[in-house]
């Protein structure tokens, strides 16, 4: 099956610009061949890596604390709790033994522990166990031996006295103080439940500058006049001139529009206060105005600052909208946001920067002069800053001789900043997996083939039926984007399997912002060279062209009902989808045209992919001898490059005996 995904709509005819320029899909010109796949892009924008401050030592946790402090207790009472005694350890009858020999001057015994202690002739001390009582014979044995004993009953320590007294009232006591603390934790919590959660940035210390900010020298213009403002307010006071108070950045995800924040914290000079708009939602009512307004006054009391509201649209929607009623809590804090902003009250010195990538679900009193004056587009990047988006990511790389960033710009349209740095960190992947020491040029032809198609299928293995049938049908697309006067050059054909695809075609998009029609019908007919190549070869048809006519009826069927490029249809136009947002529109979601309209936009759509069918036919039955030698090519090689695939039609022209290359469809070359 093959995917050719639908190139991006272009204006119509005499509409206003919008201010955004549509750029190529990555996957533009690329028709992957014989399996379904999707482009994958980056979940993450292409900022660059904060610079990390060097850490403190950290501070002892609490239970070490706890530790020291109970083995020093433990060194000053614990010889009162168990002394130690130097004394000769001797058996009962070893003590009798001494006693008769005379060598005993005194004894004492403990009536509370039975131990018998005494002193010896010799001046040393000795310790043993008796019984309870002396028995008559022992203690006559003491008295005619002349031995001074003695019954002594020690009184118990004071503090091993109390504490089978202290210690259930010490734990209980422990316990109610462990209650009390959790309680005001959890107190303290619901009393500062309102409060923003804002993050304040050092300016002090920047860690992004607009120089870290490739590219996009319009969207840095208009943001460095309100840095400018917030830094010397009078040059702009002098002539009347007002700061707009919100500045809203919208553009697809990851083209950067949370680095830009990150780059004004770090050059504006003054307070910069960062939130998520989902910071703002609680599950209590009235908990996200309170925050607003917690936000507000915190920025008031730095003087000039500058708040900025990340994804914005989760508080920002339309008021009213939805299948039951509105949202109370995100309501409640849209409208607190809209009086902060611009209310009874103003904020003088205050600049709100927001980013969405939705601002067709904002709420229009969010959007009007006087909250978010400018608009800021934040589009994909064009090629010169896709190029200088490269270089800035490839800096900390070592790069091979070979790497040609110029080539992957040029074939990476569509992709956003987030997308292209991860493109080069999978190249660097790529390259420490082949045990390279640095990234070269394959690494990078690997690493987009990853990124938009999806990881190679080693364990893959194709019959040798399959393996040429899939030959010819990359070379059928091949083939017809080398000699379409109006395709983009070839940039290499493969029929490795990678991802759900089992053959890619890929070629260079050249950066267009409007499509003409032969543009199209030539999109359309490569698209059919997959399927043709086969009929023409093989003599019938499989599944492997799938997803090339889903997407080449897609793009017929836009050309037929939304941009006036049919002749029996005229200039009329009918939205090919309506989103539906929280019910709105739910109702209306009905075809738009009469049933004989219908019939006639199915024929149309019909007779353009039929006729491209046919031109594709005969545009290859031309070219049959260059499509047998790329084909060849393709199961000796299995990936050959665009200029490879010019030479080899070429050379075919030039064999061919029935057809003439003065008659022909010239090449292309890449």
């Given at each position: 099956?093959?995917?050719?995904?639908?190139?991006?709509?272009?204006?119509?005819?005499?509409?206003?610009?919008?201010?955004?320029?549509?750029?190529?899909?990555?996957?533009?010109?690329?028709?992957?061949?014989?399996?379904?796949?999707?482009?994958?892009?980056?979940?993450?924008?292409?900022?660059?890596?904060?610079?990390?401050?060097?850490?403190?030592?950290?501070?002892?946790?609490?239970?070490?604390?706890?530790?020291?402090?109970?083995?020093?207790?433990?060194?000053?009472?614990?010889?009162?709790?168990?002394?130690?005694?130097?004394?000769?350890?001797?058996?009962?009858?070893?003590?009798?033994?001494?006693?008769?020999?005379?060598?005993?001057?005194?004894?004492?015994?403990?009536?509370?522990?039975?131990?018998?202690?005494?002193?010896?002739?010799?001046?040393?001390?000795?310790?043993?166990?008796?019984?309870?009582?002396?028995?008559?014979?022992?203690?006559?044995?003491?008295?005619?031996?002349?031995?001074?004993?003695?019954?002594?009953?020690?009184?118990?320590?004071?503090?091993?006295?109390?504490?089978?007294?202290?210690?259930?009232?010490?734990?209980?006591?422990?316990?109610?103080?462990?209650?009390?603390?959790?309680?005001?934790?959890?107190?303290?919590?619901?009393?500062?439940?309102?409060?923003?959660?804002?993050?304040?940035?050092?300016?002090?210390?920047?860690?992004?500058?607009?120089?870290?900010?490739?590219?996009?020298?319009?969207?840095?213009?208009?943001?460095?006049?309100?840095?400018?403002?917030?830094?010397?307010?009078?040059?702009?006071?002098?002539?009347?001139?007002?700061?707009?108070?919100?500045?809203?950045?919208?553009?697809?995800?990851?083209?950067?529009?949370?680095?830009?924040?990150?780059?004004?914290?770090?050059?504006?000079?003054?307070?910069?206060?960062?939130?998520?708009g989902s910071d703002f939602m609680e599950m209590f009512v009235g908990v996200g105005a309170s925050r607003v307004r917690d936000l507000f006054q915190t920025a008031r009391k730095m003087g000039r600052a500058i708040i900025f509201i990340d994804e914005i649209d989760s508080i920002g929607r339309k008021r009213g909208a939805g299948l039951g009623?509105?949202?109370?809590?995100?309501?409640?804090?849209?409208?607190?946001?809209?009086?902060?902003?611009?209310?009874?009250?103003?904020?003088?010195?205050?600049?709100?920067?927001?980013?969405?990538?939705?601002?067709?679900?904002?709420?229009?009193?969010?959007?009007?002069?006087?909250?978010?004056?400018?608009?800021?587009?934040?589009?994909?990047?064009?090629?010169?800053?896709?190029?200088?988006?490269?270089?800035?990511?490839?800096?900390?790389?070592?790069?091979?001789?070979?790497?040609?960033?110029?080539?992957?710009?040029?074939?990476?349209?569509?992709m956003s900043g987030a997308d292209l740095a991860n493109l080069v960190n999978e190249a660097a992947l790529f390259a420490v997996r082949r045990g390279s020491k640095q990234v070269e040029r394959i690494d990078f032809e690997n690493a987009r083939d990853r990124v938009v198609m999806g990881a190679r299928r080693e364990s893959l293995v194709l019959?040798?039926?399959?393996?040429?049938?899939?030959?010819?049908?990359?070379?059928?697309?091949?083939?017809?984007?080398?000699?379409?006067?109006?395709?983009?050059?070839?940039?290499?054909?493969?029929?490795?399997?990678?991802?759900?695809?089992?053959?890619?075609?890929?070629?260079?998009?050249?950066?267009?912002?409007?499509?003409?029609k032969e543009f199209f019908e030539d999109v359309i007919c490569k698209a059919m060279g997959g399927r043709v190549a086969e009929m023409i070869v093989f003599g019938h048809l499989n599944s492997g062209a799938a997803n090339d006519l889903e997407q080449a009826t897609s793009i017929a069927r836009r050309m037929v009902r939304e941009w006036g490029?049919?002749?029996?249809?005229?200039?009329?136009?009918?939205?090919?989808?309506?989103?539906?947002?929280?019910?709105?529109?739910?109702?209306?979601?009905?075809?738009?045209?009469?049933?004989?309209?219908?019939?006639?936009?199915?024929?149309?759509?019909?007779?353009?992919?039929?006729?491209?069918?046919?031109?594709?036919?005969?545009?290859?039955?031309?070219?049959?001898?260059?499509?047998?030698?790329?084909?060849?090519?393709?199961?000796?090689?299995?990936?050959?490059?665009?200029?490879?695939?010019?030479?080899?039609?070429?050379?075919?022209?030039?064999?061919?005996?029935?057809?003439?290359?003065?008659?022909?469809?010239?090449?292309?070359?890449?």
């Amino acid at each position: 099956m093959s995917a050719l995904p639908p190139p991006p709509p272009p204006p119509a005819p005499g509409s206003k610009p919008s201010g955004q320029k549509q750029s190529n899909k990555p996957s533009w010109g690329r028709f992957p061949s014989r399996g379904q796949h999707g482009s994958r892009k980056g979940a993450d924008s292409g900022q660059q890596r904060d610079g990390q401050k060097p850490q403190g030592r950290a501070p002892l946790p609490r239970w070490a604390v706890w530790v020291i402090a109970a083995f020093a207790v433990l060194l000053l009472i614990g010889p009162r709790l168990w002394p130690t005694t130097n004394a000769d350890k001797l058996t009962y009858t070893e003590f009798l033994t001494l006693v008769r020999e005379g060598k005993v001057e005194k004894v004492s015994i403990n009536n509370a522990t039975n131990q018998i202690s005494g002193e010896l002739t010799s001046g040393r001390s000795f310790a043993t166990t008796g019984a309870p009582l002396l028995s008559d014979a022992d203690e006559e044995l003491l008295k005619s031996r002349g031995v001074d004993y003695n019954y002594n009953t020690p009184q118990p320590n004071w503090f091993t006295s109390l504490v089978p007294i202290l210690l259930p009232f010490l734990l209980i006591v422990g316990f109610f103080v462990w209650m009390q603390r959790r309680a005001m934790g959890q107190a303290g919590n619901i009393m500062s439940i309102g409060r923003s959660r804002a993050k304040t940035y050092n300016a002090d210390k920047p860690s992004t500058t607009f120089a870290d900010v490739a590219g996009y020298d319009g969207v840095k213009m208009e943001i460095k006049e309100v840095v400018d403002f917030l830094r010397m307010p009078e040059q702009f006071k002098e002539i009347g001139a007002r700061v707009p108070k919100g500045i809203l950045l919208v553009g697809p995800p990851g083209t950067g529009k949370t680095l830009f924040a990150r780059a004004v914290a770090g050059e504006a000079g003054v307070g910069f206060l960062s939130v998520t708009g989902s910071d703002f939602m609680e599950m209590f009512v009235g908990v996200g105005a309170s925050r607003v307004r917690d936000l507000f006054q915190t920025a008031r009391k730095m003087g000039r600052a500058i708040i900025f509201i990340d994804e914005i649209d989760s508080i920002g929607r339309k008021r009213g909208a939805g299948l039951g009623g509105g949202h109370d809590e995100r309501e409640q804090t849209l409208n607190q946001m809209l009086a902060e902003m611009d209310g009874f009250e103003t904020s003088e010195g205050i600049v709100i920067m927001a980013a969405t990538n939705r601002p067709d679900i904002l709420d229009p009193a969010l959007l009007r002069p006087g909250r978010f004056d400018r608009q800021i587009v934040v589009p994909l990047p064009e090629y010169e800053e896709r190029l200088a988006i490269l270089k800035v990511h490839s800096k900390d790389k070592r790069m091979g001789a070979d790497v040609d960033l110029d080539t992957m710009a040029r074939a990476t349209p569509g992709m956003s900043g987030a997308d292209l740095a991860n493109l080069v960190n999978e190249a660097a992947l790529f390259a420490v997996r082949r045990g390279s020491k640095q990234v070269e040029r394959i690494d990078f032809e690997n690493a987009r083939d990853r990124v938009v198609m999806g990881a190679r299928r080693e364990s893959l293995v194709l019959s040798a039926e399959e393996k040429r049938a899939t030959a010819y049908h990359e070379g059928g697309h091949a083939v017809l984007a080398t000699v379409l006067p109006h395709s983009d050059p070839l940039h290499k054909v493969t029929i490795l399997p990678r991802g759900m695809a089992l053959g890619v075609t890929w070629t260079l998009p050249e950066e267009r912002h409007t499509y003409s029609k032969e543009f199209f019908e030539d999109v359309i007919c490569k698209a059919m060279g997959g399927r043709v190549a086969e009929m023409i070869v093989f003599g019938h048809l499989n599944s492997g062209a799938a997803n090339d006519l889903e997407q080449a009826t897609s793009i017929a069927r836009r050309m037929v009902r939304e941009w006036g490029m049919s002749q029996a249809v005229g200039p009329m136009a009918w939205s090919t989808q309506q989103q539906v947002f929280l019910g709105e529109d739910l109702m209306t979601n009905g075809r738009e045209y009469s049933d004989d309209t219908a019939k006639m936009i199915d024929g149309e759509i019909a007779r353009i992919l039929r006729e491209q069918e046919v031109r594709a036919r005969d545009i290859l039955q031309k070219h049959r001898r260059g499509l047998d030698l790329v084909a060849s090519k393709l199961l000796e090689e299995e990936t050959i490059d665009g200029q490879a695939v010019v030479r080899l039609v070429q050379q075919g022209l030039a064999e061919s005996p029935a057809v003439s290359p003065n008659t022909t469809d010239s090449t292309q070359s890449s």
